[in-house]
């Protein structure tokens, strides 16, 4: 009966659905491409339960190898991290890296507005400031980058390991529930007829 109801609904009205479904892409299109709707859909990017960190991990990356390389090239710092901030692909990790820029336009140091921006974890923190002390700054982000890039990779294939049943239970109980709802009416008409 379920099935009968679904399949006469989906046969009545799937001219609106599919014009639903149409305006509903548009509509979010338009809201992401939206100055304030691609901020907003940039962080609950990395607010979502299982990806989010994946995401969150690969503006990070960008961050570090972008800021790695405007640094290699002699750009100052203030500039750097305008560039860095457009690029990231992130406006909300973007928005964060313009605030430390301000930070270091007031005179503090990287590590502090980096430790204020709340994005990097203890040890990324560290290797910052042992860049900053030392002069060797491009470097250390050169293995922020690589460190986040294994990170992502790893990420990844856990995420991959994850889905794998989830999507095998899936297709298993609608396989199965098709199959029964089909199969258990001729079943209990030979029950009856018998």
């Not at 199959?179 to 009416?185: D, F, I, T």
Request: charged share 15%; glycine share 10%.
């Amino acid at each position: 009966r379920i099935l009968i109801a679904v399949s006469d609904f989906v046969v009545a009205y799937w001219a609106y659905m599919l014009a639903g479904f149409v305006g509903a892409v548009f509509a979010w299109r338009a809201w992401i491409n939206s100055p304030p709707g691609r901020y907003a859909w940039d962080r609950i990017k990395m607010r979502l339960p299982i990806i989010g960190a994946v995401f969150e991990r690969i503006a990070l990356g960008r961050f570090a190898r972008t800021f790695g390389m405007v640094m290699r090239a002699g750009v100052p710092i203030v500039q750097g991290l305008g560039v860095v901030a457009g690029a990231v692909g992130n406006k909300f990790v973007g928005r964060r890296v313009l605030r430390m820029r301000e930070g270091i336009s007031r005179g503090e140091s990287l590590y502090n507005t980096a430790v204020q921006s709340n994005m990097f974890s203890p040890l990324v923190l560290q290797m910052i400031s042992v860049g900053e002390t030392t002069g060797s700054l491009d470097q250390m982000l050169s293995k922020i980058a690589d460190f986040y890039d294994e990170e992502v990779d790893q990420a990844v294939e856990n995420l991959t390991a994850m889905i794998e049943p989830f999507m095998l239970v899936f297709l298993g109980v609608t396989i199965g529930g098709l199959v029964v709802a089909m199969y258990l009416p001729i079943f209990k008409i030979a029950g009856a007829v018998s």
